[in-house]
């Protein structure tokens, strides 16, 4: 969920959902796997709920309240664009733990039943239990509603208590607020995190299949090869001055029996041996043999042709790995029978889950060394599998994706592979911080619960900058925002502070040269908020639905920026006036301050972008946005200049390898542009890299920046020739403002050869 509007799609016609219901529709018609066409249709269902809702007056699209009826509090069945289907996440008909519930309480199985039960003494005692034990799971944020409102009974908040349930009692037949039952209290996750849990490994590991071609091939060592050589040591009885003579002469003794006993055998194998095909082939060596054979054995004689073909194959076969019964022959297939009797991954993968399974299914893992012992005695009587057989590669990294570690050591091991995977385990300790400036035990795991619910709530399309509902604004949490100590120097405020800024320096270090994602962004910014730093975090903005305005907290993070790079490399390299910004910046805020109820855009700001962007800006165009929303990046420097300046990050690694880092991820993205048909999403992300390669460098000393520029060219021999060739304008800039040069107002210099690079253009990149 992202908290402001500028990210949502502006498009409020029905042909968006339309198109996605078409889509839907097809891919539930069509698709060859079962469970993708199940999902389709119901991804169709939904989809026609939002256009019958549309069509209806139930839906005010582009709204905080999409849903006619519903406060904004109330979460929302999003479907992708931003749409409301017009349903409630927390409605619908009764989930089991609300059924069971009603046996338990003795109540009729409605939810107006069950909201009135737990206003008794019997219910309150029931949800006061709950909440002593931590027995209790929040999959939607209003299934804390009751909890916290028990909560507040015992506490002597009488009157809180019962605002709270005035404002929840409307909706109390329609929505879910019941907590759902858990063996126990969630884990703290302030100490450890995972990306999956045991049971969604052990869910990974069941739908594995064997290997078709890794099976395929193990019959063939197993079975065909073996057979071929019994075929080939049969032939060759007849052989005479080392041909095969086909029964030209008298056979031995039993031959033909021998022989017919061998395609007897054959068919056995071929009916319960069904990978592997090459021995229908009568082309290749063994269906050769054996089609001769079959031919002498039915007693019609060898025609010259197949026994040609005969006298071929088996001097192949002898030429190729000797004799059979050689030391050479003997030794080949000695290795191919041990390589034929390793242990399949699947089998291994179906151990790893039965040692998965007996793990509690709803957390991580916390020691992952068990699970990935190599087998043994006991569990090789069990399986068959040979004792002492490791676990595969393969299946380690699904048991290590639910590892539950401090997420510095997760990003280490690499079950954290991208900025974007680490926004998405963030809240877990968002979560568990935020919940921190709570002083009870109890209220802060029901906050905790909450918050990690309330995440997995999607974001809505929504218009005119309006901004996304926030934890804040939940009744709920409202109800008990008198129990919360933030302020600054308190052990609740400190805790998100420090959790800021080691969550800022773990991007910027583990991910250099990736634009944080606005996941992340989000994230951050409610640490900020629990800390009361006020320090500006701005989105990424999309190019095609771009309204051409910037809220004020963009003009804030330019201005933050300019108190950190004000008369640095940055600020040269990009043309900026910082001291210009400062004075819109104080100007804004004055405007502001004169009105009663505030701005919420920047124009000046907005005017500013516009203005470096150039002429080619002004038509609308989403390379024009795109060039625009750019702009206002380098101006913010995209939060780099925030998490330094205010939140006070630094990375242990240094400046000057972040800005070398930075500039590998430059080289590697260049790359891709090489003979690329669509290069323009290389370029640009390999612009927002250099961007803060070029941050980064801003930060050191003069002379290390020399030092960096001097020896930038060593990383480019690294990469492709072509790497070198399309930096060189990049590189000519750089090195053009380290000695103190300028460019033009078209950002280049030298005749073009030197160029500021940036990632958007309306009228063909220099790049391509």
Known sequence: MNDDAEQQPLTVAPSYPEGQLAKAFVTALTHEDAGVRHRAEVRGQRWREVLAALAAGRLSVGSRTPVVGLPPWVTPEVMRGGFATGSASAGGPLRSHETEAARTFGVPARRRALFAYCLTEPGLAWLWARLDSGGYEVGVPEEAALLTMAWLVRRGETGAALDLVAELEPFADRLRFLP???????????????????????????????????????????????????????????????????????????????????????????????????????KENLGILRGALEEVVAGRPLEARRLGLLRHAVRSMVRRRGLPGSAAHTALRHRQAEQAALPSHHALARLV??????????????????????????????????????????????????LSAPIGTLVERGVIPSAEVMAELVPQLVAATTAHAYGDAALRAVMAANYRAFRNRRSLLLLNLERQVRVEELPWVRAVSRQRSAAPGTSGGEGALSVLRHLGELAVQAFPGTLLPNPLIREFGVLDRQGDLGAPFVEELAADIFMGTFSPKFLKAARVAGELLGGTLYERYYGIDYAAIRNLAIVETGEALSRSSGTRTSPGFARLCAERAGPASRAWSVAANGMVIEQAQILTTHNLATLVHRVGITPGVGWADLARLCFATVCRLTARVHRDPRPLGAIKDAAYAWRQMVFHLSLCPPQEQRRFIAGIEEETARHPAHVATRLAPALAGLALVGEGGTFGRDGAADSGRARRFVGWSTDGHWMR
């Open 180 to 282: 759902r039952p858990a063996d126990g209290p969630a884990p703290d996750a302030t100490a450890a995190v995972h990306r999956h849990t045991a049971s969604e490994a052990v869910d990974a590991l069941a739908r594995r299949r064997p290997n078709a071609a890794v099976e395929t091939q193990r019959e063939a060592l197993a079975v065909w090869q073996p057979f071929a050589d019994e075929l080939l040591i049969h032939w060759l009885r007849t052989a005479h001055d080392g041909d095969v003579l086909g029964l030209a002469l008298a056979p031995e003794a039993n031959w033909l029996a021998q022989g017919e006993a061998l395609l007897g055998r054959y068919r056995v194998l071929a009916a319960e041996h069904t990978l592997c095909s090459k021995h229908r082939d009568p």
């Open 353 to 402: 889950s039965r040692r998965l399974a007996a793990l509690p299914p709803e957390t991580g893992i916390t020691d992952i060394a068990p699970p990935l012992r190599p087998v043994d005695e006991e569990e090789s009587r069990e399986t068959g599998l040979p004792i002492g057989a490791v676990v595969p590669a393969t299946v380690s990294k699904v048991v290590e994706s639910a």
